[in-house]
């Protein structure tokens, strides 16, 4: 499963059509899931991404949900339809819906025609395998505007991480039939160890990339998970990239655990606009998160044992969004989860540790994220950089986790 997200979001799809770049930055259309400040004044749930099946038919070895066979009691067509009723009435403006592979539900387009009939925009993240023609014009015809295709390295690599020989192909063919139907599409890319000598390849599309995250099979294989420091060296190669990508008209979108506040942080989050920056985790506050059998959190991404609201077979989406605690963490602005260099940090206030999603599953809580590339260049100042290290096992469940611990060494002689 892939959550690769736009600037300022917590999770979904892409919707921004690049046009051919001419400027400073990219002319782009303003998607509807664009965050006006009566949104966060008023804690309407802007985007809502929902898994309506965890069914899927790829084998990823970094998919966060465990995906493969569908949740033992999942929504009806008619649940489903009631769940669009309430976002609407909620003043959600945009729905994503993810997977597992959300075309395995036979009612798929009957969700999204529901969508788009409330005056709501919907996308699409698929893995792209037996996308079919057919699939996609039925998908066009009911509405379907935009979809994130997921491409994790070129063919031997994508292929490996997928667990599907021709999966890399078939992802490929998907992008063009999906062009070729009308619908906007761009490339989504989990940045593991692995890939980072393939990113210039890849920058063929408008773009969407996020670290991958400690969560379900990543975490059985954290050889797979970038190491903090190696930050140093991304983030100059996405800043080329990304300039690059602007000279052919392509759009690059980093993910919101892409970040914070080191020296390319006005291209992440504004096109160039030095005024513009990270304002915290948007989980609960502005995002919204659906899972198969009807269970509501504040962001798709985070753990389930830790972060589930309710159910909407229980109560409504209303009850639990104005609520429950474990949706509304993140409204009081407040720093004092914060530990380690985050609690300590000039931005802190402002930047309350980055991705909830991406800290959780690493430690168990919230609130130091190593993943930062102001910090990594600040403890580079010092000599030191950081490293995860695996020391617990995830009890292998959908959107679990293990436990890792944070070293923090010297940066070994380079010359030695």
């Not at 593991?192 to 969560?215: F, G, S, Y």
């Not at 300590?344 to 991705?355: L, N, Q």
Request: glycine content about 10%.
């Amino acid at each position: 499963m892939s959550h690769v997200v736009r600037r300022g979001d917590a999770a979904g799809a892409p919707a921004r059509k690049a046009r051919k770049a001419s400027a400073a930055k990219p002319a782009v259309d303003q998607p509807t899931r664009f965050r006006r400040q009566e949104d966060y004044a008023e804690c309407r749930p802007v985007h809502v991404v929902w898994e309506v099946t965890l069914a899927c038919n790829l084998k990823c070895a970094h998919c966060g949900s465990r995906a493969g066979r569908p949740r033992p009691n999942e929504l009806s067509t008619d649940e489903c339809i009631d769940i669009v009723r309430q976002l609407a009435r909620l003043g959600t403006r945009e729905v994503t819906l993810i997977g597992g592979e959300a075309y395995l539900r036979k009612d798929w387009t009957t969700i999204i025609r529901a969508v788009r009939d409330h005056g709501m925009d919907c996308g699409l993240q698929t893995g792209g395998r037996n996308l079919t023609d057919a699939r996609v014009a039925e998908a066009a015809a009911a509405g379907l505007q935009n979809a994130g295709v997921s491409i994790d390295g070129l063919a031997p690599l994508h292929d490996r991480l997928r667990g599907v020989p021709g999966s890399f192909e078939m992802a490929i063919d998907a992008l063009r039939r999906l062009k070729a139907h009308g619908i906007v599409a761009s490339v989504n890319t989990q940045i593991t160890a692995a890939v980072m000598p393939e990113l210039p390849a890849l920058m063929e599309r408008n773009w969407q990339v996020q670290l991958t995250v400690a969560m379900g099979n990543a975490a059985d294989n954290p050889e797979l998970l970038l190491q903090p420091y190696q930050l140093a060296e991304l983030m100059p190669l996405l800043a080329r990239l990304y300039s690059e990508g602007m000279e052919r008209g392509l759009v690059m979108q980093p993910g919101n655990n892409i970040g914070y506040f080191g020296p390319y942080e006005s291209l992440w989050r504004g096109w160039g606009d030095d005024s513009k920056h990270w304002t915290g985790c948007g989980a609960g506050h502005t995002v919204l998160g659906l899972e198969a059998d009807g269970t509501i959190k504040g962001c798709p991404s985070l753990p389930t044992s830790d972060y589930t609201g309710g159910n909407i077979r229980d109560v409504s989406i209303e009850e639990v969004w104005n609520n429950s605690d474990r949706l509304s963490f993140n409204r009081a602005l407040s720093t004092d989860n914060l530990w380690g260099f985050c609690r300590t940090c000039y931005y802190a206030k402002i930047c309350r540790a980055g991705c909830t999603w991406t800290t959780h599953v690493l430690f168990g809580r919230p609130g130091n994220n190593p993943y930062c590339h102001y910090r990594v260049l600040e403890l580079e100042k010092q000599g030191l950089r950081e490293r995860i290290v695996k020391v617990a096992d995830a009890p292998h469940r959908p959107f679990d986790y293990g436990r890792f611990d944070l070293v923090s060494e010297p940066i070994p002689d380079k010359q030695s």
